[in-house]
């Protein structure tokens, strides 16, 4: 059974970079053909894919936040991280890891970590 955990502050201030882990267990973030995904929830919207890494380190991220965002990944402790740089309060919401994206199903998720930007 994979787990996911998110991790990180519940609290960023506007113009800080947001940076979250996700640790992983039951499963290998360098297992052929999976991809990790950092997806999140704004309140009263719809669920957004942000990007992912790939099983081979590759990297995909949305258009729409690309310019802002970077995943990365440690494989020595089976961990992917997401950093998005110049956050404003539209980017609170609920974060959640995933394993699949961009094309494929997600087939297990993190329970999701709430952040606020405000100052």
């Known amino acids: 059974q994979v787990q996911l955990q998110e991790s990180g502050p519940g609290l960023v201030k506007p113009s800080q970079t947001l940076s979250l882990t996700c640790t992983v267990s039951?499963?290998?973030?360098?297992?052929?053909?999976?991809?990790w995904s950092w997806i999140r929830q704004p309140p009263g919207k719809g669920v957004e894919w942000m990007g992912a890494?790939?099983?081979?380190?590759?990297?995909n991220y949305s258009p729409s936040l690309k310019s802002r965002t970077s995943i990365s990944r440690d494989t020595s402790k089976n961990q992917f991280t997401l950093q998005l740089s110049s956050v404003t309060p539209e980017d609170t919401g609920v974060y959640y890891c995933?394993?699949?994206?961009?094309?494929?199903?997600?087939?297990?998720w993190g329970q999701g970590t709430q952040v606020t930007v405000s100052s």
């Open positions: 039951g499963g290998s973030i360098t297992t052929n053909y999976y991809y």
């Open positions: 890494i790939a099983w081979s380190g590759g990297t």
């Open positions: 995933a394993r699949g994206g961009p094309a494929d199903a997600y087939d297990y």
